[in-house]
């Protein structure tokens, strides 16, 4: 079994829709998550950054975790075209190497 | 955007041959990674390096080797392209003790 799993998709959706996007971990000492964008072509780059459980929002993203069912989401409110990207979720337990386990991304498809 | 460079950005080379890649970065990153990216898998670290004669094996059996003779810059080197080879190399950089990656646009490999 893999640490992190991710549905690859791809995900379709119209645009305004909201979108959800999930991984599942097996490791209870992750702590830290973070959520990866990456356009075709193009490195990933950081949208999103939680530490332990909860809630956070910024702007239309919003990333979740839930430790006890060891579940990420990240929701996208008003999805747009630019949205279509595949997004990765990333974590790490506490100390260590400081080098998150990747899961292998969703692919995200917002058509007009 | 972040300042982390990767060149070529796409190489055509067979089989054989001695390729070196290319990554700088001007953020003054301790930490640099070289990861292996195949289409809807997960990225697998390959090597990474602290600092300045730092480096590490990452996850991924490999073939090449890296050097970090200054903090900027962190060549990967294929002493002997296989078609196994063929992928994508994402360099990236962070702070000593963070987590959050900086991600450079990758080279795209094909060996023939």
């Known amino acids: 079994q893999k640490e992190v799993e991710q549905d690859p998709g791809p995900l379709s959706v119209p645009e305004g829709a909201i979108v959800s996007l999930n991984c599942t971990y097996s490791n209870s000492a992750f702590q830290y998550f973070m959520w990866y964008r990456q356009y075709s072509r193009k490195g990933p780059e950081l949208l999103m950054y939680?530490?332990?459980?909860g809630n956070k929002e910024d702007g239309r993203f919003t990333a979740q975790v839930d430790k006890s069912s060891k579940y990420i989401s990240l929701f996208i409110r008003d999805s747009q075209p630019s949205d279509s990207a595949t997004y990765l979720c990333?974590?790490?337990?506490?100390?260590?190497?400081?080098?998150?386990?990747f899961g292998r991304g969703t692919s995200l498809i917002v058509h007009p | 955007e972040a300042d982390i460079y990767q060149t070529p950005r796409y190489l055509v080379i067979g089989t054989g041959k001695k390729i070196t890649l290319e990554c700088s970065q001007t953020m003054g990153h301790d930490k640099m990674y070289w990861y292996q990216q195949d289409p809807g898998m997960e990225l697998h670290l390959i090597h990474y390096s602290y600092g300045v004669n730092s480096t590490e094996k990452g996850d991924l059996s490999s073939e090449s080797t890296v050097s970090r003779i200054r903090t900027e810059h962190f060549p990967l080197t294929l002493e002997s392209a296989r078609p196994s080879h063929t992928s994508q190399y994402l360099c990236?950089?962070?702070?000593?003790?963070?987590?959050?990656?900086?991600f450079g646009p990758g080279t795209r490999l094909l060996v023939l």
């Open positions: 990236a950089s962070s702070y000593l003790q963070q987590e959050t990656q900086y």
């Open positions: 939680t530490y332990s459980s």
């Open positions: 990333a974590m790490r337990a506490s100390g260590g190497s400081y080098i998150p386990t």
